[in-house]
């Protein structure tokens, strides 16, 4: 299900399953609102000699282009590629579901990204790579450490 060019999609108890992608929001202006989702088992990009198709393929939920995604209640499962999406000065927002399954359970290609809007009570587990990013998050400091 992909939603492009500043159109707006509110979704509610969906279940989008054995398709290349999942639910995908591309273009400045373009919003989705999705609650109690399940997005599973998205498929590969099936690559010739020539190269592999141009549009996203194996993702489960993403937001590009300038688009916001903002997802709450939900499970993304079994991407072959990657769970959740992030790029191209895209805006998401996870709360309360879970990322399991997946290749990488998190693809982030903007640098200096908020990676807790991905994981306000969302878990990640048995995923191939939790989290692949083009920078990686600096850590908050540790508590009750002495100065140096």
């Given amino acids: ?13 969906a279940d989008i399953a054995d398709a290349r992608a999942g ?17 599973r088992d998205m498929l590969g990009a099936p690559c010739t000699d020539t190269g592999c198709p141009p549009e996203p393929e194996g993702l489960g939920v993403g937001s590009f ?5 903002e997802v709450e209640r939900f499970v993304v499962e ?8 992030v790029a191209s000065a895209g805006i998401l927002r ?9 290749e990488i359970g998190a693809c982030v290609q903007i640098e200096g990204y908020d990676i807790g809007t991905l994981s306000s009570d969302v878990g990640y587990r048995d995923n191939g790579t939790n989290l692949q990013t083009t920078t990686l998050p600096v850590p ?5 450490l002495p100065d140096p």
């Fill in 94 to 102: 996870l709360r309360t579901g879970e990322v399991r399954e997946n």
């Fill in 65 to 69: 282009a300038g688009a916001t995604v």
């Fill in 1 to 13: 299900m992909s939603v492009q060019n500043g159109a707006a999609l509110t979704l509610d108890r």
């Fill in 23 to 39: 639910l995908l929001a591309m273009g400045a202006g373009t919003r989705i609102a999705a609650t109690d989702i399940i997005v």
């Fill in 140 to 144: 908050e400091p540790l508590e009750g």
């Fill in 78 to 85: 079994r991407a072959s590629l990657c769970g959740i999406q």
